[in-house]
T-cell receptor
Framework: GENVEQHPSTLSVQEGDSAVIKCTYS??????FPWYKQELGKRPQLIID?????GEKKDQRIAVTLNKTAKHFSLHITETQPEDSAVYFC???????????FGKGTTLSVSS | GAGVSQSPSNKVTEKGKDVELRCDPI?????LYWYRQSLGQGLEFLIY????????KSGLPSDRFSAERTGGSVSTLTIQRTQQEDSAVYLC??????????????FGEGSWLTVV
């Protein structure tokens, strides 16, 4: 089945720096790649997503890039702020085309 | 409702007992998902319902786990003969249609299960 690998597992940056989280997937038929943010004790919430017909998407300080040939996609956060501290999950559609398969998450810590 | 609603929010049960967790999806959403999140871990897919289609049960970890969805709306996840390793947060989610169409999946707050 689909397998999603996410790196790094933890990431610490200074406020104002950029943060990059990378994911790889195994199913070449996957065509939808969302990113979720989960704050401590809260539910995961969608922050940005990308479909396979585009290579990059931006929304203010966050952007996602997709390389279908290499089967990897990345989340970029610029000008990080303490409130960006959370666990971030990438995901890709499973082979059955039903549910999303998530990476194991990246704990981002932004220190001021 | 305004969002995905789950109950109970917290459940402590004794090893060997059965538990039921309930999920009420966003009104009008045809797709419903159950995920499990162990402490400090990722989101593990359990089961998926889409309309009247047969559910995708490929993620259920053992035959002690089962789920049903009645009337295309409310879903119940049942864990029989609970074990300590079942302790986790069980997250329900829903989307307007199946994930194949790229519809956003919205999560509930989760049911925190502790097996003692």
């Amino acid at each position: 089945g689909e397998n999603v690998e996410q790196h790094p597992s933890t990431l610490s940056v200074q406020e104002g720096d950029s943060a990059v989280i990378k994911c790889t997937y195994s199913d070449s038929a996957s065509n939808y790649f969302p990113w979720y943010k989960q704050e401590l004790g809260k539910r995961p919430q969608l922050i940005i997503d990308i479909r396979s017909n585009v290579g990059e998407k931006k929304d203010q300080r966050i952007a996602v890039t997709l390389n279908k040939t290499a089967k990897h996609f990345s989340l970029h956060i610029t000008e990080t702020q303490p409130e960006d501290s959370a666990v971030y999950f990438c995901a890709a559609r499973n082979q059955a085309g039903t549910a999303l398969i998530f990476g194991k998450g990246t704990t981002l810590s932004v220190s001021s | 409702g305004a969002g995905v609603s789950q109950s109970p929010s917290n459940k402590v049960t004794e090893k060997g007992k059965d538990v039921e967790l309930r999920c009420d999806p966003i009104s009008g959403h045809t797709a419903l998902y159950w995920y499990r999140q162990s402490l400090g871990q990722g989101l593990e897919f359990l089961i998926y319902f889409q309309g009247n289609s047969a559910p995708d049960k490929s993620g259920l970890p053992s035959d002690r786990f089962s789920a049903e969805r009645t009337g295309g709306s409310v879903s119940t996840l049942t864990i029989q003969r609970t074990q300590q390793e079942d302790s986790a947060v069980y997250l329900c989610a829903s989307s307007l249609m199946g994930s194949f169409s790229g519809n956003t999946i919205y999560f509930g707050e989760g049911s925190w299960l502790t097996v003692v």
